[in-house]
């Protein structure tokens, strides 16, 4: 059974580029948020989408967006990249369920580096 | 706003040197607490969820409790391969629906042979 996947798994882009990450949620998984996690510091919540809508945000600018698609995959784009958007990409899927506490299951990530 | 603060930052173990790592937490109501393993350069591995004060959950040399303001990770007799960081998150309740989890910056634990 396969998890959460992601790509790529490096990249290096310039100041100002536009960058787009994808994600595969785990297999049954319908729900799936994006975290951003600088060097020494905890995962920092993006947003979340469900239904192909976004659900919940965190405190991010609007130069962070998402998509997701009918096969729950995701896109996570950054626009206008700046050095501080450098740090590890996170996706998480969770199981498909009315309820609100379900365990997010984490991917490898995709390490940004802006120069 | 919701915070999460872990300690130690970092600890230095003997193999076989039992120890804890302490997640203090501030939440508008707890939807649930998770404990997770990170390895350097990887994405976090589940390890537990607690749901409630007094709960405890246990996998091979790990233990973890909940109270109403903290949760500790019990390590019992680590090994080398126990190195990694211990991120602690909370899903809180605020509002209506909350789903994104709130991560502390996690305590490296490294294990010596």
Redesign the interface.
């Known amino acids: 059974d396969a998890g959460?996947t992601?790509s790529p798994t490096h990249l290096i882009k310039t100041r100002g580029q536009q960058v787009t990450l994808r994600c595969s949620p785990k297999s049954g998984h319908d729900?799936v948020?994006w975290?951003q996690q600088a060097l020494?510091?905890?995962?920092?919540?993006i947003f979340?989408y469900y239904e192909e809508e976004e659900?919940?945000r965190?405190n991010f600018p609007d130069r962070f967006s998402g998509h997701q698609f009918p096969n729950y995959s995701s896109e996570l784009n950054v626009n206008a990249l700046l050095l501080g958007d450098s740090a590890?990409y996170?996706c998480?899927s969770r199981d498909r369920d009315n309820g609100?506490?379900r365990?997010?299951?984490?991917?490898?990530?995709t390490?940004l580096l802006v120069l | 706003e919701d915070q999460?603060t872990q300690s130690p930052e970092a600890l230095r173990l003997q193999e076989g040197e039992s120890s804890s790592l302490n997640c203090s937490y501030t939440v508008s109501g707890l939807?649930?607490l998770?404990w997770?393993r990170q390895d350097p350069?990887?994405?976090?591995?589940?390890l537990f969820?607690l749901?409630s004060a007094g709960e405890e959950k246990e996998k091979e040399r790990l233990k973890a409790t909940l109270t109403k303001k903290e949760s500790f990770l019990h390590i019992t007799a680590p090994k080398p391969e126990d190195s990694a960081t211990y991120?602690c998150?909370v899903?809180a309740r605020s509002g209506g629906?909350?789903?994104?989890?709130?991560?502390?910056?996690?305590t490296l634990l490294t294990v010596n042979p």
């Open positions: 959460v992601q729900t948020s975290y020494g510091q905890g995962p920092q919540f979340q659900r919940q965190g590890l996170l998480a609100l506490v365990t997010q299951y984490f991917g490898p990530g390490r | 999460v939807r649930g998770f997770y350069g990887k994405g976090p591995e589940f969820t749901y991120l998150a899903q629906s909350n789903y994104k989890l709130t991560f502390g910056k996690g």
